[in-house]
């Protein structure tokens, strides 16, 4: 597997600091050989993103955005765990997209996710994957992600 850091700096990316939780919970955890990320939401710089719900004042192709960035916030977490450089598979993603009424595109928003996973992990960053639509989630935020990484 190529180096997850030199993927990132590719993409013109870097890890950010690790969002301090809202709540009673750690943004991950590591039990054996598995880390299980919490659900990280839109947030750069202690700011939340964007605010509403997909197909209603936010965007799909905003929403995708976003949730590339909830998928680097999981990144980060990772990291500052158990290192980049030991994931040896991304394996499960749950994505959750505050849905309009009828928006049915909740796989494609979660693209943003899966995406930036394969882009730096290359086959290891393929995964299971469930897309969920939702009424309303943390913060009155768009997008949420959560994911399952095996690590060495």
């Known amino acids: 597997m190529a180096d997850p ?12 600091e690790v969002t301090p939780p809202v709540a009673a919970y750690v ?14 939401v839109p947030i750069a710089d202690g700011k939340v993103l964007a605010t509403g719900k997909v197909g209603s ?24 765990l158990v290192g980049l450089e030991n994931v040896v598979k991304i394996v499960k993603v749950t994505g959750f997209v505050a849905s309009a009424e009828g928006f049915t595109g909740q796989p494609g928003v979660i693209n943003g996710a899966s995406e930036l996973f394969g882009a730096v992990f290359g086959e290891a960053g393929q995964h299971a994957r469930s897309a969920v639509g939702v009424a309303e989630l943390p913060l009155g935020v768009p997008v949420e992600v959560e ?3 095996e690590v060495a």
């Open 5 to 16: 850091y030199a993927k990132l700096a590719e993409l013109g990316l870097s890890l950010p």
């Open 27 to 40: 943004p991950a955890v590591q039990s054996g050989k598995w880390v299980y990320v919490s659900g990280q």
């Open 147 to 149: 994911v399952i990484v």
């Open 57 to 80: 004042g936010v965007s799909p192709e905003q929403a995708k955005d976003l949730a590339e960035r909830c998928a680097l916030n999981a990144l980060a977490a990772i990291d500052s």
